[in-house]
């Protein structure tokens, strides 16, 4: 049996390697001195961050992903929040056939969906925007705010909010004081995935922007046309730093704040 | 004031879910002060009703009227109720003092007053220090005297309790049961209580309630169900009865026999006879608990004694439940133990006396 074991243990190790050595590799030749991206490395430069910089089409592009982002994440937050309160706490005609359409641009192929909504827009008739770009990021970071609000919704018993409007609050009050307090982590998670979502998303973002938008991603898919410049590396740095930095900080300062209310607990 | 109001009547309440009725017209009132026990197997409608009065759930039919004011289409957070539930149902994230603070919050009392009236529920439900914990700092029993004192600082209408000490273990279950009393007592609160807890039902209530499949089957004082039941489920519900169809057998004089399909005969009341109107078949219920087993025949006038065999014991402690065979059928017998209990075989004496012997009218309910 432990021979078993050492040898899943030694697939395990080797299928990180194949998944984390690329990124590795892209994070290291960021630093590398030379134009040409080869091993081994010739001096630790800082200079292709340098030029990301001043070059005006990655910063633009930059400040296109991150206001994308924001905005996904606030609308795709907000609506997903409510309807994970409608599917759990409310019962309506036609409820498992709209839970399993916001769910379905999971199950849909990526592709499909922006081939999809590209066509019923040329059926409006109107032209590609910014605002088409929004709409199509939030139909596919929604469900998975819905999916990990809708989780934790239905483990805050319903009785706590029964209490709560017995002791006069309304409905509206009661959902700001007791249900919201209590899913918020998972608001703050949903909010986070739709964010690293919108951010990193390649194929609903190459149909739906207008002429002239970039966000990162397609910023770096045009910059590749050319050539691979150094630069791209050390954007593809600073991609995963932010990406994987995100859910760390915000895990941190969760965990610091429940461990000041801890701290808070444990003086009496 | 002087004259004493119902603080909660329900006139012809029906619930219906589709084609399931849950409650069906229900006629009730809940006294000024009074602690009303709505007694009940799981299913009967109990839960139901109080869920009706505390509106969280819609009424089908009837009316509601608390405090002289009919209520049906009153949103729950306008009804000044106090509620306690099962799981104490306090809030996670807030501290004992919110917690108790929520209610006063709605009520535009003063920051000075709400920290008055939160000290005094605490010391009501004496727990004074507990104000800056969370609720999960605290033991079951403790959360429940919170959710009580967070319930009773509003100074509720009435106070609705939804099997309260369920989740209770059983020693700390009979402590809560004697407090929830005596601060119900203290502030003079209409309480209704749901409970499937006979003894609970039992110990506590100025007026029991007994419900089955969404009827009430009896109201009254707890001891005047328990001696007189109106119906076969009532009794059976109430402790352990032997309930057995005869006919009277004589015109319903001081004590007035009955003969028991298969031969034997009891002795009963006229006030019993009265009960039945003086029907002719009726079914004798007698309590496991007033047979009295003797190894000799003390038989009086107004006893029978029924020779049988002690078929299974089973210990309690400083009780015992026989299964007896007598006058050809099986008994159900609880009885003190007198230094020790009769063994399995052994010959013995059921007495009963005339006033044990409850009668119920002889048609199938």
Redesign the interface.
């Known amino acids: 049996m432990t021979n078993g074991w050492s040898w899943i243990r030694i697939a395990t190790i080797l299928v990180y390697l194949f998944l984390f050595a690329p990124v590795a590799v892209v994070i290291l030749l960021a630093f590398n001195a030379n134009q040409f991206g080869s091993f081994p490395i010739e001096g630790f430069s800082l200079r292709w961050f340098n030029s990301l910089l001043h070059n005006d089409a990655i910063v633009r592009a930059f400040k296109t992903s991150l206001l994308l982002g924001a905005l996904t994440s606030a609308i795709s937050t907000t609506i997903g929040t409510m309807a994970a309160v409608a599917m759990v706490r409310y019962d309506f005609p036609g409820k498992k056939a709209i839970s399993s359409l916001l769910i379905a641009p999971i199950l849909i192929p990526e592709v499909v969906l922006a081939v999809a909504l590209l066509l019923f827009l040329q059926f409006l008739e109107l032209p590609k925007s910014f605002g088409l770009l929004l709409m199509g990021h939030v139909v596919f970071t929604l469900p998975f705010v819905l999916l990990v609000v809708q989780a934790r919704l239905v483990s805050i018993r319903r009785d706590v909010e029964e209490a709560a409007m017995s002791l006069g609050a309304t409905p509206i009050q009661t959902f700001f004081e007791i249900t919201l307090p209590l899913m918020l982590p998972a608001v703050m998670a949903g909010m986070l995935f739709s964010f690293t979502i919108s951010f990193d998303d390649i194929t609903g973002t190459l149909f739906w922007k207008p002429g002239g938008v970039e966000t990162v991603p397609t910023q770096i898919f045009a910059m590749l046309r050319n050539s691979i410049s150094p630069e791209i590396n050390a954007l593809g740095a600073v991609m995963v730093i932010f990406t994987v930095a995100l859910p760390l900080i915000a895990t941190a300062i969760a965990r610091h704040m429940s461990a000041q209310r801890m701290k808070a607990k444990t003086q009496n | 004031m002087g004259e004493r109001q119902n603080a909660v009547e329900m006139r012809n309440v029906v619930k219906r879910y589709g084609d399931f009725t849950a409650v069906k017209r229900m006629d009730l009132t809940v006294p000024d002060n009074s602690f009303v026990t709505f007694l009940g197997p799981s299913g009967c409608g109990k839960t139901t009703t109080l869920r009706m009065i ?1 509106g ?1 759930t819609d009424i089908t039919e009837g009316d509601l009227v608390i405090r002289d004011k009919r209520v049906n289409e009153l ?9 306690v ?1 099962q ?1 104490y ?5 807030k501290t004992i003092f919110d917690n108790i603070a ?2 006063l919050k ?2 535009k009392v003063s920051k000075a007053d709400i920290a008055q009236k939160v000290k005094n529920a605490l010391d009501l439900v004496q727990l004074p220090n507990v104000g ?3 609720p999960n ?1 605290l033991s079951g029993g403790q959360q429940q005297r919170i ?1 009580l004192a ?2 009773i600082v ?1 100074q509720p209408d009435v106070l609705l309790l939804d099997e309260p000490l369920s989740a209770l273990d059983a020693n700390l279950r009979e402590e809560m049961r004697v407090e929830l009393k005596r601060i119900q007592r203290e502030l003079g609160v209409a309480t209704v209580f749901v409970t499937h807890d006979q003894s609970e039902a039992l110990a506590m209530s100025d007026k029991l309630v007994v419900m089955n499949n969404g009827v009430v089957e009896q109201e009254g004082a707890p001891e005047e169900v328990y001696n007189n039941p109106v119906s076969a489920f009532v009794a059976d519900f109430l402790g352990h009865s032997n309930i057995i169809a005869g006919a009277l057998a004589g015109d319903g004089g001081e004590v007035t026999p009955v003969e028991l399909h298969g031969g034997q005969t009891l002795l009963t009341t006229a006030h019993q006879v009265s009960r039945v109107n003086n029907q002719q078949q009726v079914r004798a219920v007698i309590r496991a608990e007033k047979i009295a087993l003797s190894d000799q025949d003390n038989s009086s006038a107004d006893t029978v004694a029924i020779p049988g065999k002690v078929k299974t014991v089973d210990y309690l402690g400083q009780m015992a439940r026989y299964f007896v065979t007598a006058a050809g059928r099986d008994w159900q017998v609880i009885n003190p133990i007198d230094y020790r209990p009769f063994g399995e075989g052994a010959d013995i004496f059921m007495h009963i006396a005339a006033r044990n012997c409850v009668l119920l009218p002889g048609h199938a309910d």
């Open positions: 505390a969280l949103p729950i957070h306008k009804r000044n109720l106090g509620l539930f799981n149902a306090l809030f996670p994230h929520f209610g709605y009520r800056d914990r969370y700092q959710a967070r319930a509003i």
